[in-house]
């Protein structure tokens, strides 16, 4: 892609369209850990020579490194999704004492609706926390150019920007024109210990001037082009940012905006100006009242919505029910049930885990997934790294000793070797999982420190998690594959039964990368006594009829051969070809 040339249009998503901006805005550094909905940014700048992009182990990381290359001197990214900001929170908070030398952004995509997460943060809040600009695009299109506004405006005022997108923005798309990229030469690093080094004295200083770049901010807010009014009829003033400016666009043509693309500091005076010319004035924003809260500060009248509405969400649908002052109508949907891939090597852990009736700490991956009915077999999950420390925090509280945690190769490196060398530190026993896969598979499989290649694709050093386990102080480290299921078991019974902290690895290759097929089993129609045993592995690829005699999908079957092992009555058989 000649990205250098300008062209009629390309058809991009929100994220690729963010990437394409920053380089054409001439980004020299970021870096990122992927999570939906923000994975495709830096895979998206992976393809460009100039811009020299990693995954890191985690958003902290992450962010520190794209930091101190923009006080380096070159311009810098950071993206993550929502919840990966609150990892890399503390060095956010201090980056807005410190400042920048070359303009940084950090891109943080929430999730509002939770397609792909946990919870439904509103990151808008970071901003208000941490005293940084907030800049909010409404499409791809504008978040194109509004990412190249956003290293101005870094470089001008000498601070962090929080650029925030959400889902309906980063994965829907828009024909963008393409701009040749702007050489941007680095900007000269100049050693200052009062401005980089936040001892607590120094830290005062700067907080004066992040408080006297707080006031500049403001009044640059109320003169941007990206804070704009549309005039319309007067009856109806609507205040609005990001998608939700388009939704209530959408429904209420002909009312007057305030369209905020600068949504912190918030625009005072252009707020007042605007209110003072309406005769009702609404704030229509999703999730948190982050903008009804502000404005209600000011002394201004404004109807917002009704506290339901902070929950999923806000579709166009909605916006006539939060003008009328009605309160979230729930909509029941059928959602289809989300299962793992035929084949996936974590389905036959669970298994196994459910025969041997364990209390399993979960974390966050595919294998979330083992919380599905009829598996059930994953008993908690909170965050990255939970699965390690839940089973230390389990152990002190539960008396049956059958407990366990897993956690992802991916996720582990992000955050479970620290909970690890807690558990050994403080001497508490029990079985660890890790679920090596090779890759980060739910975000759309991409590489970490354990698969040996880089974000680019490039060979480089190879993480050894089974000499890691053993410096973090694990007295055992088992690696099984786990389509040996009898084999798997009995290395399982033999650790919970024994008083030590124990790490098993199941190492295969997720069936998404790897090429290698068994044939699909043979099912034996008159040896079938219709018990649905093997439905409780929870697989696509096997589903009943009417009768209630097993039907096998060989499309979707990989030849696992997990419900081979589940079947006691060989009516599922290995096919040898």
Not at 17 to 22: E, F, K, L, R
Not at 318 to 332: L, M
Not at 500 to 506: D, K, M, Q, Y
Request: proline letters at 5%; glycine letters at 8%.
């Amino acid at each position: 892609m000649d990205s250098g040339v300008e062209k009629d249009g390309w058809l991009l998503s929100g994220n690729e369209a963010v990437a394409q901006g920053a380089y054409e805005a001439g980004l020299k550094f970021a870096s990122a850990y992927p999570g939906t909905p923000s994975s495709e940014i830096l895979e998206y700048l992976a393809q460009f020579d100039e811009v020299d992009c990693q995954w890191s182990v985690n958003e902290k990381v992450a962010y520190e490194v794209a930091l101190s290359a923009a006080i380096g001197g070159i311009r810098s990214l950071y993206a993550s999704k929502h919840v990966g900001v609150n990892v890399a929170a503390d060095p956010l908070m201090t980056s807005a004492y410190v400042g920048v030398n070359a303009g940084f952004v950090a891109v943080s995509c929430d999730d509002p609706n939770m397609h792909s997460s946990q919870n439904e943060q509103d990151n808008r809040f970071y901003a208000l926390m941490a005293k940084i600009p907030l800049i909010e695009p409404s499409s791809p299109g504008e978040a194109k150019e509004f990412i190249k506004k956003a290293f101005i405006i870094s470089e001008r005022f000498d601070t962090p920007v929080l650029f925030r997108m959400t889902t309906r923005i980063s994965h829907s798309k828009e024909v963008v024109k393409f701009n040749t990229r702007r050489d941007v030469g680095p900007r000269e690093f100049k050693i200052d210990i009062k401005k980089y080094v936040m001892v607590p004295r120094n830290a005062y200083l700067r907080h004066i001037i992040l408080e006297e770049r707080l006031q500049r901010l403001e009044k640059f807010s109320n003169r941007t082009s990206l804070n704009k009014i549309e005039w319309g009829k007067k009856s109806l003033g609507i205040i609005a940012s990001g998608v939700t400016y388009l939704y209530a666009k959408e429904m209420y043509p002909d009312a007057s905006f305030l369209k905020l693309g600068f949504s912190f500091p918030l625009p005072a005076e252009k707020i007042k100006f605007f209110s003072s010319k309406v005769r009702a004035l609404f704030v229509i924003e999703e999730l948190e009242p982050f903008l009804e809260m502000q404005i209600k500060s000011l002394g201004i009248k404004i109807k917002a919505k009704h506290r339901s509405f902070r929950i999923g969400e806000l579709r166009p649908e909605y916006i006539p029910e939060i003008i009328k002052g009605k309160s979230k109508k729930e909509i029941s949907e059928k959602a289809r049930k989300p299962l793992m891939c035929p084949g996936c090597p974590h389905r036959p852990v669970f298994w196994v885990l459910k025969k041997l009736k364990a209390t399993v700490a979960g974390d966050i991956g595919c294998y979330t997934l083992g919380a599905s009915s009829p598996l059930s077999t994953l008993h908690s999950c909170l965050c990255m790294g939970s699965g390690v420390t839940f089973q230390e925090g389990f152990r002190h509280a539960l008396k049956d000793g059958k407990i366990v945690g897993v956690i992802g190769d991916s996720t582990f490196i992000h955050s479970g070797i620290t909970g690890l060398i807690n558990s050994a530190y403080n001497k508490v026993k029990g079985v660890i999982i890790i679920l090596d896969n090779r890759t980060t598979a739910m975000t759309g499989l991409q590489d970490h420190p354990g698969t040996g290649r880089t974000l680019k694709g490039d060979r480089t050093n190879h993480l050894d998690l089974e000499k890691l386990c053993l410096a973090c102080g694990a007295d055992t480290v088992d690696v099984i594959d786990p389509y040996e299921v009898k084999e798997l078991e009995n290395i399982l019974r033999k650790r919970l039964a024994e008083d030590s902290l124990s790490v098993i690895i199941t190492r295969r290759e997720c069936i998404l990368l790897s090429k290698h097929r068994n044939n699909p089993p043979k099912y034996l129609k008159e040896n079938c006594n219709r018990c649905g045993m093997c439905l409780m592995i929870d697989c696509p690829a096997l589903t009943q009829d009417e009768e209630g005699y097993i039907v096998l999908n060989e499309n979707l079957c990989t030849g696992c051969n997990l419900c081979v092992e589940v079947c006691k009555f060989q009516a599922l058989i290995k096919n040898a070809g």
